[in-house]
């Protein structure tokens, strides 16, 4: 059993990056949704705290005021906590060293509006103040109550700082996690995808010694009895599987890398070559086949591929022409591609058919095709080949008047 190593890489690394990319690309949208989440909740339930110890002290300074008519100010100023009480006769503050002795604006609005929460201090944000107007026997008072936030804040800095080396070493965890994953997923298809590609190159093999066996009996025996239609039936019939075997061995022998046997080609040299060794078969169906080809198309790929195709499409040009008709070869560069048409004056292809005929076993106009000895699969194998070269082929066609097939391919840089 064979690996064709080059096809297969191509065909299952883009899937495994997709899956890792996916695996990675969830679970990064799942961490980032919970981590926010996390975060603000946290965040919330801090700040909370801040505001209910503020509203406690805040509370008791209110009462000590109601109840005494003055306020111990030091005495409530504990812990983080600091104490203003602006009352008509006197201005009392805590005074820690360093530390902002109270908002006047936040006493403004409070006299004003009748409480006030916000953040002050230096840079914005770093300190809780809680401002409160307090009516007693007709006297008003403002109490303020202070916290600095810098506790809460280098808590939510750590949490965030954790979050996020933990996010992004999860995210490449699962990102090597995923790669071996996909990879294991992927394997038993890439197994199967090389058995089944070295069965059916393995069963073509097989398949072309009896084949080559009943051909030529077969043979023998119309020449003994030229009149025995069976015989002719069984030489038809097995030239018709022998071309089925032929393609199937080429589109399994084609999967291998076109980078093995890749080299600079002169198209114009193999599309002369190719053409003269059909105008012995054009000649026998009464149709005339010409070839213009530039000078000096070199294009990078591998000279039996590309040979294969242009064999492909002459030879369907010429199986589907009739008697009297034109087959016409072309190759010319346009800027950095390379292009061949391949025109014939045939029967063409139907409007509906266009889309289909590259399908492998298409047939278009089957009871027609018939008599032809086509599988269905030339123009398939053509468009693999021309692919895996990097390039195009389409075709233009009308039903009656006939088809034209294009091929685009990348042209050699060093020519031209
Ligand atoms: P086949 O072995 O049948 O020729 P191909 O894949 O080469 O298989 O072509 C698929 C079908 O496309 C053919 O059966 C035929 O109907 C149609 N076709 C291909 N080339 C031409 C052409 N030059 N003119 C008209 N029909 C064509």
Known sequence: MHFAAGIEDRLFTPARIRLTAWYVGVLTAVLVVLGTALYLAVREQLLNGVDNGIHQVAQRATEQWIQQGQIDVSAL???????????????????????????????????????????????????????????????????????????????????????????????????????????????????????????????????????????????????????????????????????????????????KHVDEHLETIDLSGLIETAATAFQPLAAENGLELSAATADDIAVRGDREQLRQVIVILLDNAVRYTAEGGRVHVQARRDGGSAIVTVHDTGVGIGEQELERVFERFYRADEARNRQSGGVGLGLAIARELVTRHGGRISVESTEGAGSTFTIQLPADRGSG
């Open 77 to 255: 100023s504990t812990g983080p906590y600091t104490v203003t009480l602006l009352s008509p006769n006197e201005l009392t503050t805590f005074s820690r060293p360093g530390h902002p002795h109270y908002d006047p604006a936040s006493l403004k609005a409070a006299y004003r509006e009748g409480s006030d929460t916000r953040y002050a201090g230096r840079s914005g944000d770093r300190q809780r103040v809680y401002s409160t107007r307090v009516l007693q026997n007709g006297d008003m008072a403002l109490i303020q109550v202070e916290r600095s936030v810098e506790p809460e804040h280098e808590a939510l800095g750590k949490l965030l700082a954790g979050l996020l080396i933990g996010g992004a070493g999860g995210i490449v965890l699962a990102g090597i996690g995923g790669w071996f994953l996909a990879g294991k997923s992927l394997a038993p298809v890439r197994v199967a995808f090389a058995r089944q590609h070295a069965f059916v190159s393995d069963a073509s093999h097989e398949l072309r010694t009896p084949l080559a066996v009943i051909r030529a009996n077969a043979e023998f025996l119309q020449q003994e009895q030229p009149d025995n239609a069976e015989a002719r039936d069984i030489v038809n019939e097995t030239d018709r599987l022998s071309a089925l075997v032929d393609a199937l061995l080429a589109v399994a022998r084609g999967q």
